[in-house]
């Protein structure tokens, strides 16, 4: 199972931007999707998360701004991101755990993408 993720870049306070993961290959089920993030010098940490059943769960730092979505028939997942502020600079990441068309469990991440806040 691949994730590709997209959408990050440069943007000014006060910002939107909207991220993408897509998720392909030999998928049975995505039973959980999250973004997390990395900024320099600190641990990765959870942002969003969103399970199967379309339950949702915010770090308390993005609560109210970002919104976590995803599309089950496409097995992508978004992350809107507004009212970004210069500490949400990171290298986000998608995560997705589920089932493969064997049986067989997987928890598998994308390869990052670079969200800058700035003027």
């Known amino acids: 199972v691949q994730l590709q993720a997209s959408g990050g870049g440069l943007v000014q306070p006060g910002g939107s931007l909207r991220l993408s993961c897509a998720a392909s290959?030999?998928?049975?089920?995505?039973?959980?999707m999250g973004w997390y993030r990395q900024a320099p010098g600190i641990q990765r940490e959870l942002v969003a998360s969103?399970?199967?059943?379309?339950?949702?769960g915010y770090a308390d730092s993005v609560k109210g701004r970002f919104t976590i979505s995803r599309d089950n028939a496409k097995n992508t997942v978004y992350l809107q991101m507004n009212s970004l502020k210069p500490e949400d600079t990171a290298v986000y990441y998608c995560?997705?755990?589920?089932?493969?068309?064997?049986?067989?469990?997987?928890?598998?991440w994308g390869q990052g993408t670079q969200v800058t806040v700035s003027s």
């Open positions: 995560n997705a755990e589920g089932s493969t068309v064997w049986g067989s469990p997987y928890n598998n």
């Open positions: 969103i399970t199967s059943r379309g339950t949702t």
């Open positions: 290959g030999s998928i049975f089920s995505i039973d959980f």
